[in-house]
Structure formats: structure tokens, C-alpha cells
């Protein structure tokens, strides 16, 4: 009868350690897939841009129609192809084109990507521009690892400092103050400092909070909050050339990938620099690529005319050096492009590296000064309690 009981409670413990071991675990759990989950949205872009480019290769390698394919891709209706691609196959049954059914589901690829298979439709020749459309799908692994800097900003540093410092600010620093005052003790320069500037600090790292949140905003919308802003008349795209110079060089490198398969394919150079710069998605890059339209249909060259694209002057260069080679406008820039991307994913993580850096000192140096005044304000009180 003991051991029954004993048996029983025993049985009963384990129950309830389970219970609470699950009950603190699967919010743990949850959270981890959920970081999981928005840090790799950026890869499952990509992904499904490298799907939807290999179904269009084996496609046109085996002379079929690229949209009859998909809607009988469809009809198996596998759940891995995802609600996004039965929707295309929907709007393609009803008759639409295949640029015209990528606008409608515009969350299954890229912008650049719908651009360009738009500028291959409007060639005729799908098959011509995959190369290029290939090369703007390797910006997904640059942008997640540079997130991971930035969430352990958000998780470590910014977040609890600025729980912190405020309630040092409005429960700690005035107790100190009042208990100086009564002992008629003057504050140490450091702890006059801390208390007097914690306003400052706060509001600073509030101002990184934001920042953070803001550029997550932007991470988890991805090209829909741009085209979203854009289509609103805020420039973002402006902006993201002049302050990001890995994103001027991704815009470059598609531009300039494309522009080459055009030429190569002689196409007349105005309309090739127009479809290249439409396939950017990037409505600054298209204004600039309409003055160098203008400068080509008033007798200016392609070599001296595209300068308006590139302040540096090294696509000038390398355009008319391709102009003189022998084995066409792709081969000949393909090592500038190789160059362009191994640069910009460089300048990408450089920059997330430098800023996890500065904000890593910059919350030391926080820390430090609060560790010190009242370090200085204890050893004061300590020191007029040992002389009454």
C-alpha cells in the first residue's frame, strides 16, 4: 500500500515537471522558429526565385510553353509549391501573360525579377535574360547575415538599456541625489555627469531602438514596403542608392548584365539601355538611364553616354574595352560583374560589422559610467559613515 502511494506520488511529480518543463519551453520554441522564420524570409525569396528560373530553363530547353506548364504543374496540387504559385497558374488559365499573371501575384518573385522576365517577353526570347536573372538571386545570403548582426543589437543591447537607464534615471538617481543632500555630501564629477546627462542617454538609445526597428520593418516587407513607399511618391529608391553603396553596386551589376545580353543579342542601343535599366526596378536608376537614352538618340556614343550612370567612370572604361573585344559584351564584363557582387555583399557585411561594433562600445561605455558613479556614490556614503 506504501509503495503504491509512493509509486503514485512519484508518477504525480514527474507529471508536473513535465508539465512545466513543456509549459516554459514552448514559448522558448516558439520564439526560436519565429526569429527563425523572419530571418530567413530574404533566402525564401530567393529560393523561389531559383525554382521559378529553373522551371523556365528545362521548359524552354524542351521547346514547351512556359505558361501551359505551369497551369499543369498546378493541376497536381502539391501544397510545397505554395498558394502564391497556384494563384499565378490561376491567372494564367484565365488568359493572361506571363508578365502580366507575375503583377498580379506580385509576393512570388522579386521586382527585379518580374522586370526582367518582362524585358525577356518583350524580346521574345525568355531564354536570353535568365543569365542575368540568375545573378540578382545571390543577394539573399548577404542580407541574412547581416540581420544577424543586427538582432543581437536589438536582443542584447539595445533593448535592455533602455530598460535599464530610465529606471536608474527616475527610481535610483533621485534617492542618491536626496541622500546626498542630506548628508550634505557633494557628488563625484563621473556621478553628477550620469545623473544629470541620463535623459541624454536615453533618448540616444531610444533613437537606436527605432533605427533597429524601423530597418526590421523594412527586412520583414521586403520589396513590397518599398514599392509600397514608391508607389506613394517617397523616393526610397533615391535614398537607398545615395546611402547604400552595396545597393548602388547590386543595381549596377543587374543593369550592366542585362545591357551586355542585349547587346550581344543587337538590339539597338537605346532600347537595350532602356530595358536594362527597367529590369533594375529602381525608379532613380530608370531617370538617369532616360538621360542617357536622349544623349544616344542625339548622336552621343553608348561609351561616353552611359558616364551618367556611373560617377567613378569605371563602366565607361570597361564598356569600351568591351566594345573592342572579340568574344562579345557578356564575356567581356563578366569579370567586372563577378567583381561588382563579391564587392557589394563586402560592403554589406563590413557596414553590419562596423555598426554592431560602434553600438557594442558604445553600451560599454554607457555601462561603464553608470558602474562608476555608483561605484563613486557608494564610496562617499560609505566614507561619511565611517567619520559620524
Not at 547575415?145 to 537607464?165: C, G, H, K, W
Not at 551589376?253 to 539601355?273: G, K
Not at 557585411?349 to 562600445?361: F, H, P, R, W
Request: some cysteine; glycine content about 6%.
Amino acid at each position: 500500500m506504501i509503495e503504491n502511494l509512493v509509486q503514485s506520488e512519484t508518477a504525480r511529480l514527474l507529471l508536473g515537471m513535465v508539465f512545466w518543463v513543456l509549459l516554459w519551453l514552448l514559448p522558448v520554441f516558439g520564439l526560436a522558429y519565429l526569429a527563425y522564420f523572419l530571418l530567413s524570409l530574404p533566402m525564401r525569396r530567393h529560393e523561389r526565385g531559383r525554382f521559378f528560373i529553373d522551371l523556365l530553363e528545362s521548359n524552354l530547353k524542351e521547346g514547351r510553353s512556359v505558361e501551359q506548364t505551369i497551369v499543369e504543374i498546378a493541376r497536381s496540387r502539391d501544397r510545397a509549391l505554395g498558394a502564391r504559385f497556384h494563384l499565378l497558374a490561376a491567372h494564367l488559365e484565365n488568359g493572361r501573360r506571363l508578365s502580366e499573371a507575375l503583377q498580379k501575384v506580385a509576393r512570388l518573385l522579386l521586382p527585379q525579377l518580374r522586370a526582367m522576365l518582362e524585358v525577356g517577353e518583350k524580346l521574345g526570347d525568355l531564354g536570353k535574360i535568365l543569365p542575368a536573372c540568375r545573378l540578382c538571386l545571390k543577394d539573399g545570403l548577404s542580407q541574412t547575415r547581416s540581420a544577424l548582426n543586427y538582432v543581437f543589437i536589438l536582443a542584447f543591447l539595445a533593448t535592455p538599456a533602455v530598460a535599464v537607464v530610465p529606471t536608474l534615471a527616475i527610481f535610483v538617481w533621485p534617492k542618491f541625489k536626496q541622500i546626498f543632500a542630506d548628508m550634505d555630501v557633494p557628488l563625484s564629477s563621473i556621478g553628477g555627469f550620469a545623473m544629470d546627462h541620463s535623459f541624454w542617454f536615453t533618448a540616444l538609445l531610444v533613437v537606436i531602438m527605432v533605427a533597429v526597428y524601423v530597418g526590421a520593418f523594412f527586412y520583414i516587407g521586403g520589396p513590397r514596403v518599398a514599392e509600397w513607399l514608391e508607389s506613394g511618391l517617397f523616393p526610397i529608391s533615391h535614398w537607398t542608392c545615395r546611402l547604400f553603396p552595396w545597393r548602388r553596386k547590386r543595381i549596377q551589376r543587374d543593369f550592366s548584365a542585362l545591357l551586355a545580353l542585349l547587346l550581344d543579342a543587337h538590339v539597338p542601343e537605346d532600347t537595350a539601355v532602356t530595358l536594362a535599366a527597367e529590369s533594375t526596378a529602381n525608379r532613380a536608376f530608370l531617370r538617369r538611364a532616360q538621360k542617357v537614352v536622349a544623349d544616344l538618340r542625339a548622336g552621343v556614343k553608348l561609351t561616353q553616354a552611359v558616364q551618367r550612370l556611373d560617377d567613378s567612370g569605371e563602366f565607361r572604361w570597361r564598356l569600351a574595352n568591351a566594345c573592342h573585344a572579340h568574344g562579345g559584351f557578356v564575356t567581356a564584363l563578366r569579370g567586372w560583374l563577378e567583381w561588382l557582387d563579391a564587392k557589394a555583399f563586402q560592403e554589406q557585411q563590413a557596414a553590419a560589422q562596423t555598426i554592431t561594433t560602434a553600438l557594442v562600445l558604445f553600451n560599454g561605455t554607457i555601462v561603464g559610467v553608470i558602474v562608476v558613479s555608483l561605484f563613486h556614490a557608494l564610496i562617499a556614503i560609505i566614507n561619511v559613515g565611517v567619520l559620524w
